[in-house]
């Protein structure tokens, strides 16, 4: 467990780093071979208490030695010079392992600022080297700052996915255990923890070939020279990593292991990967290939965990397919589908993990598939824990699975036999495709939508009519549906024909009370809306639904479609699109007139109990009571606000720094440009919306303004401040982008309270803050109350 000062002292190595060394991961190389520098000092002088000589800085290196860099004698240009000039040369240092030659080999000092490396070297002091697992932990959580390496497709996978499908895998004392593309060492350590868990009382003679048990390979030397370093603090004297190209190399091709487990990189170089002629399956694309030859390198015994990108499960090219057939007929037992943002904020990509056991594919005739939606932590960007967390349940589905218990469909389960798979044409790996809508044992008699209601197709858009538009008649696109709440009436859109339009273009004008329903593209198709009071023509993009108001009320139809979520009708995710029928042969449950009216009622009143929080939520605004003993200053007094700087979508390099722009987090960057807590306000295009951001670092934006000095002011009273100006009446409007002048919000006057009011006056309104997030919670409550009704309705209590 990682206790708060090794923490700590890591957090502040880094910061005394970062004006100098922005790059994470160059921050984290600095602080790997200032560690081993240290430790190997530190091995020298208990080798000297105990009555031995040194070894690592000997002969011409002990000029080099640690104690000599601290010495109080030395100027601070002089203790530069004598480190970065023993880091340049310990790779030739024959008194050290090779593992450390090679943990120096190509390093340079890449700052030149003495204060800055005195600073650095008392941090560093801090530690002292053991074989521990409290280092291991400290060392792995610096490496947690390492987010991407996005040229390559490759992102750092979270712990407890890692840990996840470690345990799944299962790996024990006597297996060889192989990531192709490690990293960090990520999975070896975790597997590593794995096996000590399980095998509390090894002996020395155990411990020690358990040692020898690990291998990885991974192309990039930093990785590499990052993962042995790893491996050694957590007990590995010689740590097999491999420098190593595993697609285009053959040197290791002939080599096998027990188990396998790697989240390998999803990106391809242009004109593909060449690889050599010794794979099975012919192609370019480095997922393919990848899991190609994590599953010909298991033993006949061998067990694997792999992370895949979606591809991997439905693409149709060749090889993808030829991959899946090979997959299932041999190797497959489980896929695990991830939700989309588990790699946030680095990646939104989404994926899925695919377990790998040629015994069990033999044993058993159905394979398993799991949906896991919440894995313990809030999907965006943040990434911040919500008690929600299917990986446990999953956990023990898919060891029932391993025993060959039989598994019940469920939301989060079903098997599917593996003739169904193969039969399919594509092969698909999609879950849901093959889910079974069980039978609804509803009260009310079931009936298709299509027999209770029009489905049809709105019409093709008028773009190329724009002499048309300027008229009283709304034209609705998918777009006007994703921009208004689920329970508004959707009255306006962005474009508005003539009666004249409508007519020469011959379009069809819907009724008010029609359903919207998304039938194409990437939408979530749960995304449908209701015209409630108003007629309009709507795109051929969207399927319409008139409800038979003698059998059905719109507004029943329309709480009743909430529950359905139409993805798994359609057979494509890639680009999904519904078939009209698709929509006609859905089943709803159909109570009297009467009983819907009721159900209306309720599902209506808690919608604008919903509505109403949401209201209080969007319209609350901080405001501060002036007193007159206040002193009256111009906002350049009391802050300097600063314009943010330039940074082109096309230069994001994704990583943890979040970049800010007038709406708030608007991505995320490699290299930190401010340090936080920062106070920022919007300066073109959206003007006047300020935002906290609560992280070490940040990278204002060019579209906003952000506090560059506080003057020792409280920063979150100042954030309140800025929000009780109208910023927003000081920009130029008249412009075609709106903006806002710096010098112009500089000169507004504002109250200055002392240092102790302004905390008192947060306290106050961070208070009527919380007070105002109960409706948050409120809008939760009634939406489980929504959907508790619903269940009932269709038989699901």
């Keep these: 467990m990682l206790d708060a000062q090794t923490k700590s002292k890591i957090d502040s190595a880094r910061d005394i780093l970062v004006g100098k060394v922005p790059d994470p991961k160059s921050q984290v190389e600095q602080i790997t071979i200032a560690l081993i520098y240290k430790f190997m000092d530190d091995m020298d002088r208990q080798s000297e208490e105990l009555g031995g000589k040194a070894t690592f800085f000997a002969g011409d290196f002990k000029k080099y030695r640690w104690a000599q860099l601290l010495d109080k004698r030395l100027g601070g240009h002089e203790r530069l010079l004598l480190y970065a000039e023993g880091i340049e040369k310990m790779n030739v240092n024959k008194n050290i392992p090779q593992l450390f030659r090679d943990i120096f080999k190509g390093v340079f000092l890449p700052y030149r600022d003495p204060e800055t490396l005195n600073l650095f070297l008392k941090e560093v002091n801090g530690f002292t080297y053991e074989h521990s697992e409290r280092l291991g932990d400290a060392y792995e959580y610096l490496l947690s700052v390492l987010g991407t390496q996005g040229d390559a497709g490759q992102f750092r996978t979270p712990r407890h996915i890692i840990d996840f499908i470690v345990a799944v895998v299962d790996p024990k004392k006597n297996e060889t255990v192989l990531d192709p593309a490690c990293g960090t060492a990520g999975f070896l350590i975790s597997a590593f923890k794995h096996i000590l868990k399980n095998n509390e009382n090894l002996t020395p003679d155990e411990r020690a070939r358990l040692m020898t048990n690990f291998r990885g390979y991974d192309i990039a030397p930093d990785m590499v020279r990052l993962s042995r370093a790893n491996m050694y603090l957590h007990g590995f004297a010689q740590p097999s990593i491999h420098e190593y190209d595993t697609l285009t190399s053959e040197e290791r091709w002939d080599e096998r292991c027990d188990v396998i487990m790697a989240n390998p990189p999803f990106m391809s170089p242009k004109g593909g990967i060449r690889p050599h002629n010794r794979f099975s399956i012919k192609a370019k694309r480095s997922e393919v290939l990848f899991v190609d030859y994590m599953a010909e390198h298991l033993n006949p015994s061998g067990h694997a965990g792999i992370i895949v990108p979606e591809g991997i499960i439905f693409q149709s090219q060749n090889a993808y397919k030829a991959l899946r057939k090979m997959l299932i007929e041999n190797y497959l037992w489980a896929v695990v589908s991830l939700p989309a943002g588990v790699f946030n904020p680095y990646s939104g990509v989404k994926t899925s993990i695919l377990f790998l056991d040629r015994n069990l594919a033999r044993r058993t005739d159905d394979l398993l598939f799991m949906k896991v939606e919440s ?423």
Excluded at 452 to 475: E, H, M, N
Excluded at 500 to 515: C, G, S
Excluded at 697 to 721: A, C, G, Q, S
Aim: a negative charge.
């Design 375 to 797: 894995d313990g932590f809030e999907l965006g960007a943040q990434r911040r824990p919500n008690g929600k967390n299917d990986l446990p349940e999953a956990l023990e589905i898919l060891d029932s699975h391993k025993k060959e218990q039989k598994i019940q469909e469920s939301k989060l389960a079903l098997t599917v036999s593996r003739k169904r798979l193969l039969d399919s044409g594509d092969i698909n790996l999609s879950g849901d495709r093959y889910r079974k809508t069980a039978a609804v044992q509803s009260k009310w008699p079931m009936v298709r939508l299509g027999e209770v209601a029009q489905v049809s197709a709105g019409d093709g858009a008028p773009q190329d009519k724009k002499c048309f538009l300027g008229g009283t008649i709304p034209f609705f696109r998918t777009s006007d549906i994703g921009a208004v709440h689920l329970d508004a009436n959707l009255c306006e859109s962005r474009d508005l024909l003539t009666e004249l339009a409508v007519k020469e273009l011959q379009l069809t004008i819907w009724p008010p009370k029609t359903i919207l329903f998304p039938k194409s593209g990437a939408s979530t198709f749960l995304n449908h809306r209701v015209m409630t009071g108003c007629q309009g023509v709507v795109s051929s993009h969207l399927a319409t639904i008139v409800a038979d108001e003698s059998g059905v009320f719109a507004n029943y139809l329309f709480h009743l479609l909430c529950h359905v979520d139409a993805r798994s009708l359609t057979e494509d995710q890639n680009y999904p699109s519904l078939r009209l029928g698709d929509l006609e042969s859905i089943e709803i449950p159909l109570p009297p007139l009467e009983i819907q009216r009721q159900m209306v009622a309720e599902l209506d009143g808690y919608r604008k109990v919903i509505e109403g929080a949401r209201q209080v939520l969007a319209n609350y605004k901080p405001t501060i009571k002036i007193d007159p003993s206040w002193p009256i200053k111009p906002l350049g007094e009391v802050i300097t606000l600063q314009r943010g700087y330039d940074l082109p979508k096309t230069q994001f390099v994704e990583g943890p720094v979040p970049v800010v722009g007038s709406n708030g987090i608007i991505g995320y960057h490699n290299v930190a440009k401010e340090k936080g807590p920062g106070v920022v306000t919007g300066r073109s295009g959206t003007i006047g919306k300020v935002h906290f951001i609560d992280h070490d670092y940040f990278w204002p934006h060019n579209t906003v303004l952000f506090v560059k000095e506080f003057n020792e002011n409280d920063r979150n009273f100042i954030k309140y401040l800025l929000e009780s100006i109208d910023l927003k009446s000081l920009g130029d409007n008249v412009a075609a982008v709106p903006s806002l002048d710096r010098k112009n919000a500089h000169r507004i006057p504002v109250p200055l309270p002392p240092l102790d009011v302004q905390r008192q006056i947060v306290e106050e309104i961070e208070a009527e803050r919380a007070l105002v997030e109960a409706n948050r919670k409120l809008a939760e409550i009634f939406e489980a109350k929504i959907k508790g009704k619903l269940d009932e309705i269709w038989g699901e209590e």
